[in-house]
């Protein structure tokens, strides 16, 4: 059995709801290629435009209730956030349509970057679905992860112009300003019932390992439907560390180091840091802490294409 949960949907897509953020896309028209796509598959289609944060929540609560076949959502990780709040506890199909600044949920489920190929996954027969985990604290999800110092700062600091322009290194580069930026804290964590204090400069929550770059990891163990989240503490910064950080982000390997790395798999993960350090959260900056996450196994349907390691159970 493939421990990426995918599998085949005997199911036609007869009527899909699609959330839009108009912010998104780099100019191009879309409306023509989901009308040309929807109308070779028989399919009936709908769309909602977003203004404002909350929008595709709402969006997408009222698409369950309407009782579409799919739900899907051109925009970034932002937007795919909202919906998949939108769409907890539904039985509804997603379908990602990447079309933001950053589409890492996409990149991780090998969802294809051209609107007409991504549209395509809502039409194929049969659908090809992938189960993911989505985390939680509080009333909010998340679907990537959560950040606290060094790896918040770097995540801020590595813009998007920057990483189109130089790809990985971006992250050198802003390892590097965001190094200087963050002071040693001491990690209160519990997972699991287990507590652990640990000195370090960055720990990561992570649901999702691919950091926006295709096969880029901080680790290729990290899997977004097992069930569990990874928890990494990163001691401290040294060449070593710049060494690890080159293994794992281009060659996708497990760190090893234990002086340097330590790395924990739970459900249910309390953390906070003193003294206090930024933390993001799928990007967005976040006040609160300390913070009680959990994840939940299995919450959403992705319509993923039929390929590669997804073998079909
Ligand atoms: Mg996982």
Redesign the pocket.
């Known amino acids: 059995m493939s421990a990426d949960k995918v599998v085949a949907m005997e199911k036609k897509i007869k009527k899909i709801r699609i959330i839009i953020n108009p912010a998104a896309g780099t100019g191009g028209s879309i409306l023509p290629v989901f009308n040309l796509s929807m109308k070779e598959a028989g399919t009936k289609w709908e769309a909602s435009i977003t203004h404002q944060a909350g929008d595709a929540i709402k969006f997408a609560k009222a698409a369950v209730k309407e009782g579409v076949d799919a739900l899907a959502v051109y925009g970034g990780d932002g937007t795919l956030m909202e919906a998949i709040s939108g769409l907890m506890g539904s039985d509804i199909p997603l379908a990602i349509l990447p079309g933001g600044s950053a589409n890492v949920m996409a990149e991780e489920l090998g969802i294809p970057k051209d609107l007409k190929a991504a549209c395509a996954l809502m039409t194929q027969v049969p659908l090809t679905v992938k189960t993911i ?1 989505v985390g939680q604290f509080g009333d909010r999800y998340f679907i990537l992860g959560i950040a606290l110092g060094f790896g918040a700062e770097m995540i801020k600091g590595a813009d998007r112009e920057t990483k189109n322009r130089i790809g990985i290194f971006a992250y050198f580069l802003s390892a590097a300003t965001a190094l200087k930026k963050t002071k040693k804290a001491v990690y209160h964590l519990k997972i699991d019932g287990q507590k652990h204090e640990v000195q370090g400069l960055t720990c990561i929550i992570a ?1 999702v390992g691919n950091l926006g770059f295709s096969n880029i990891s901080y680790d290729k163990h ?9 928890v990494v503490v990163v001691r401290k910064a040294n060449l070593s560390l710049f060494k690890l950080l080159a293994v794992t982000l281009l060659k996708r390997e497990r760190p090893d180091n234990l002086e340097l790395v330590e790395h924990w798999q739970g459900k249910e993960i309390s953390v906070s840091s003193s003294p206090r350090q930024t933390v993001q959260c799928d990007g967005e900056v976040l006040k609160e802490m300390p913070l009680h996450i959990k ?1 939940i196994p299995q919450a959403i349907k992705v319509l993923v294409p039929k390929k590669k390691d997804n073998v079909i159970e």
């Open positions: 985990d649901n990290i899997n977004v439907s097992d069930g569990l989240l990874d994840i």
